[in-house]
């Protein structure tokens, strides 16, 4: 078996929150935590909308958690139109536990991934690096 070449790259993340969806968030951190070999910060701010091109520019993928969209239109669609404008790619994460994603959100987004650890950090840097196909066989 092939040794992977060590990637010491830190990746940016912003990472959807949502109000009222706190463990969603804190489930998928913990699943990138359990990763020691995945290094990552999270850029955050209050809102989304007003932000300079400075703050987007060092942003490497943005996470959109679609559990956490319904009652969070407005500032995820606000995050989605900023990755349009810098050409960020988005990792869209199905709802916990569940299959279907918004389709709106799907149409957007640059890789779809579940909630497996690997299948994650691979659809993140599948997505950063053009490989859009890696994200575990998901389609």
């Known amino acids: 078996m092939f040794e992977e070449e060590q990637d010491d790259k830190i990746y940016n ?6 109000k ?5 968030y804190n489930t998928f951190v913990d ?7 995945f290094l990552w910060k999270e850029s955050v701010a209050a809102s989304y909308s007003h932000l300079p091109e400075s703050f987007f520019n060092k942003i490497d993928a943005i996470i959109i958690l679609s559990g956490t969209y ?3 239109k407005e500032e995820i669609d606000d995050i989605i139109t900023a990755a349009k404008q810098f050409n960020i790619p988005i990792v869209l994460v199905r709802p916990y ?7 709106n959100l799907e149409a957007v987004a640059t890789t779809l991934v ?7 950090v691979e659809a993140i840097k599948g997505a950063i690096n053009g490989d859009y196909e890696s994200a575990c066989g998901i389609e």
Do not use: A
């Open 13 to 18: 993340l912003l990472i959807t929150r949502g």
């Open 97 to 103: 536990g569940m299959e279907e994603v918004p389709e």
């Open 20 to 24: 009222n969806h706190e463990e969603d």
């Open 114 to 120: 579940g909630w497996n650890s690997n299948c994650i």
């Open 31 to 37: 699943k990138l935590y359990k990763k020691g070999d």
């Open 70 to 72: 319904n009652s969070n």
